[in-house]
């Protein structure tokens, strides 16, 4: 005698009142998209009449989406602007089961306000991330493209540049070429290097106006340099940043942690799973995250996919290519090579990031 089926669950259904016009209208974002968002992510169905928010589908669904529009409602009475992506993120935050019962604390303080515009964490990673900053004179932010790790270093050091707690900010990549040959290019060693350090700029420029940010460049206030260009100094009194950091060698990585001086903070930014170094060559980010990790003053703070605040696609894709590394690494060690070591290439010229010539313009 077959065995009965279980009944289906009833879908549930749930009320939310924000009592309020203009947080209704808020929450719901420009024609409802918050909203739409909200059902297509969520599974499930959302109507709106007047200050009341109605919605229905499985009981699990509705008791987490109830539960996310109370908190994007406490956000928006914060005086929280309320887009897409910060729906999107919201979702991440809560659905992980985080200890964050409230996303209007997450987004309380911001790292840097530009006219009407706020630089906010948007994970709990970040808001760790932003509060090691503040705590360390050394940070290490090691994580996937698209975490924030670069764009939140440069809004903090942006905030103690207007603050007055230091005089300076320092912006630098290795200049290793991700698959190309730097050798190649037309130009000298400016024109060669300059298109590396094009992130640097543009996060810049998102910081502050355009016109003061090359005011700040032309006083050496700011300077976006390559990491060989460090070489020799000592840096006081200054805000530091070394982006793409998974590319450098050890040796440049010693370097640069020698550089910090008095009244200085360093943030070192970069992703373990792109390194662009010749085949044989370690990482300085792996091995400074496997020396210093115990190191009192120094804070590792990792991010994962989760925290990924580009187009929702990046986190899938970030997502998929895990997986295929880790099948990989599973095949490898059924085969008895993952230990083999990887065919060394010949070695290249010198690149610009390894250069020990005298600096020249950025």
């Known amino acids: 005698m077959p065995s009965p089926r279980a009944a289906p669950r009833a879908p549930?259904?749930?009320?939310?009142?924000?009592?309020?016009s203009e947080v209704a209208l808020a929450l719901g974002g420009h024609q409802a998209e918050n909203l739409r968002l909200l059902e297509r992510r969520l599974g499930v169905r959302l109507g709106q009449r007047g200050t009341e928010l109605h919605l229905s589908g499985p009981p699990e669904a509705v008791a987490f989406a109830a539960r996310l529009?109370?908190?994007?409602?406490?956000?928006?009475?914060?005086?929280?602007?309320?887009?897409?992506?910060?729906?999107?993120?919201?979702?991440?935050?809560?659905?992980?089961?985080?200890?964050?019962?409230?996303?209007?604390?997450?987004?309380?303080?911001?790292?840097?306000?530009?006219?009407?515009?706020?630089?906010?964490?948007?994970?709990?990673?970040?808001k760790r991330y932003v509060e090691a900053i503040r705590d360390h004179d050394i940070v290490f932010g090691i994580g996937p493209a698209g975490t924030g790790k670069t764009?939140?270093?440069?809004?903090?050091?942006?905030?103690?540049?207007?603050?007055?707690k230091v005089q300076r900010i320092i912006l630098a990549r290795p200049a290793v070429e991700a698959g190309e040959k730097l050798g190649f290019?037309?130009?000298?060693?400016?024109?060669?290097?300059?298109?590396?350090?094009?992130?640097?700029y543009d996060a810049l420029h998102d910081m502050?106006?355009?016109a003061r940010a090359l005011q700040l460049v032309e006083q050496g206030t700011v300077e976006v340099a390559p990491l060989a260009f460090m070489r020799g100094r000592t840096l006081n009194d200054a805000f530091v940043i070394?982006?793409?950091?998974?590319?450098?060698?050890?040796?440049?990585?010693?370097?640069?942690l020698t550089r910090l001086g008095f009244h200085s903070k360093a943030v070192i930014?970069?992703?373990?799973?792109q390194v662009d170094l010749p085949a044989g060559r370690p990482s300085g980010l792996s091995h400074a995250r496997e020396l210093l990790a115990e190191v009192p003053g120094i804070a590792f703070v990792t991010f994962s996919e989760v925290d990924v605040v580009r187009h929702p696609l990046v986190q899938e894709v970030i997502r998929a290519y895990a997986r295929d590394e880790a099948e990989a690494q599973a095949r490898r060690a059924a085969e008895g090579t993952l230990d083999a070591p990887r065919p060394v290439e010949e070695a290249p010229g010198p690149t610009a990031g390894?250069?020990?010539?005298?600096?020249?313009?950025?």
């Not at 309320?82 to 987004?107: M, P, S, T, W």
């Open 12 to 20: 549930a259904t749930a009320k939310v009142d924000v009592r309020d």
């Open 69 to 126: 529009l109370e908190q994007l409602e406490r956000a928006v009475r914060a005086g929280r602007p309320l887009y897409r992506e910060d729906v999107e993120q919201a979702i991440k935050v809560l659905g992980r089961g985080g200890d964050v019962e409230d996303l209007a604390d997450l987004y309380a303080e911001p790292v840097l306000s530009r006219g009407g515009r706020r630089v906010v964490p948007k994970s709990l990673t970040q």
């Open 151 to 164: 764009y939140l270093a440069m809004a903090m050091a942006v905030a103690a540049l207007q603050e007055r």
């Open 185 to 200: 290019l037309p130009g000298d060693l400016a024109e060669k290097v300059n298109p590396y350090l094009r992130p640097l």
């Open 208 to 210: 502050m106006d355009a």
């Open 242 to 256: 070394l982006d793409e950091a998974q590319n450098t060698t050890i040796e440049q990585m010693k370097m640069f």
């Open 269 to 273: 930014t970069g992703d373990v799973t």
């Open 354 to 362: 390894e250069s020990k010539g005298p600096p020249g313009t950025a």
